[in-house]
C-alpha cells in the first residue's frame, strides 16, 4: 500500500486548506484511516481517524474547526481543516491501518502564519 498526500501550503491564521491523500491497493475501504501532523522540534502527534464501520474521532484542539472524511471510490481521504492556527503548523501524514498492516504517506507541510 502506498500513500500519497497533497494540499498543503502556507495560509494565515483563519485560513483554510485541504488535504488530500490517495492509496494504492484494493483494501482502503476496509480499512482505519488517520491524519497525523509533527510540528517542528515536537512528537509526531495524532489529529483524527475514520474507521471503517463510519465513526471519526479528533483530538481536541481540532475538534470543530477540522473534518475528516473519505471518499471509498476513490480511496482517497480528505482534512478539511478551518479556523487555522500557528498551532496547527506541522508535517500532516496520513495513515492506514489494515490488520497487521500500519502504513503512512510521504507528509505535507502546512504552515500558518500569524
Known amino acids: 500500500v502506498q500513500l500519497q498526500a497533497s494540499g498543503g501550503g502556507l495560509v494565515q491564521a483563519g485560513g483554510s486548506l485541504r488535504l488530500s491523500c490517495v492509496a494504492s491497493?484494493?483494501?482502503?475501504?476496509?480499512?482505519?484511516l488517520a491524519w497525523y501532523r509533527q510540528a517542528p522540534g515536537k512528537q509526531r502527534e495524532w489529529v483524527t481517524t475514520?474507521?471503517?464501520?463510519?465513526?471519526?474521532n479528533y483530538r481536541g484542539s481540532v475538534k470543530g474547526r477540522f473534518t475528516i472524511s473519505r471518499d471509498n471510490a476513490k480511496n482517497t481521504v480528505y482534512l478539511q481543516m478551518n479556523s487555522l492556527k500557528p498551532e496547527d503548523t506541522g508535517v500532516y501524514y496520513c495513515?492506514?491501518?489494515?490488520?497487521?498492516?500500519?502504513?503512512w504517506g510521504q507528509g505535507t507541510q502546512v504552515t500558518v502564519s500569524s
Open positions: 495513515n492506514l491501518v489494515y490488520r497487521r498492516g500500519n502504513y
Open positions: 491497493g484494493s483494501i482502503f475501504s476496509e480499512s482505519v
Open positions: 475514520f474507521t471503517s464501520g463510519g465513526s471519526t
